[in-house]
């Protein structure tokens, strides 16, 4: 179904699942796949069905801000491969880049506050990959911070044109760094893919 804006998504959303605003559109939210194409603008994921993380963050900020929240979105620095479980299946090449190497990038999470608090949600990962390890927060029911995809070196303070700092910040690392990220998160998409989650796409960085 195609939806033309946020409330046709989030009334469609509302009728299928009775929980709470806040945990239905979580959900909905990251059961959508996972996919690094470069695909950041929020009704492009809705209508492509799958995103990365920036897409994704970018989507759920905004449909929660549509139901009235206060929401913001922490960019972090990190290693994104030391916190990704290592599966027998990945190809031989992302099993290198997990093990022997670091690879640079600029995740991000929404923070939400809620009855007088800030949450932590990260929706990067949806129900395909509970079998490989992935922290999918599959059982997240509104109360505490939800697990991180990566583990943060630096923070960095909402910014409201996300899009372009996520662009600033990937062209700021090595022009080699950049490669390995590339290619990483290339090897990622296409092994998710592989598991019946999405389509294959070229990759142009999460």
């Known amino acids: 179904m195609a939806h033309r804006n946020y409330r046709d998504f989030l009334d469609a959303v509302a009728r299928r699942d009775p929980r709470l605003p806040l945990v239905r559109i979580y959900h909905a939210v990251r059961n959508i796949p996972y996919g690094s194409t470069g695909v950041r603008a929020p009704l492009e994921v809705i209508e492509n069905n799958y995103g990365s993380c920036s897409g994704k963050h970018l989507l759920l900020r905004d449909l929660l801000r549509e139901e009235g929240y206060e929401v ?3 960019t972090m620095f990190t290693y994104f491969n030391r916190d990704m479980p290592i ?7 992302l099993k290198r880049l ?9 995740h991000h999470y929404v923070r939400v506050h809620v009855n007088g608090e800030w949450l ?3 929706a990067t990962w949806h129900d395909c990959l509970i079998p490989y390890g992935f922290p999918v927060n599959h059982a997240w029911a509104g109360d505490g911070d939800t697990i991180l995809a990566a583990t943060a070196i630096e923070e960095y303070p909402n910014i409201e044109d996300l899009i372009t700092r996520k662009e600033e910040l990937v062209l700021s690392l090595p022009a080699d760094e950049r490669d390995r990220r590339a290619r990483f998160f290339q090897l990622v998409t296409e092994w998710i893919s592989g598991l019946g989650s999405g389509e294959g796409h070229n990759d142009k960085g999460a």
């Open 120 to 122: 932590r949600l990260d």
């Open 87 to 93: 599966h027998e299946s990945y190809p031989e090449e």
């Open 72 to 74: 913001e979105i922490i």
């Open 98 to 106: 997990c093990r022997k190497t670091d690879v640079p990038d600029f």
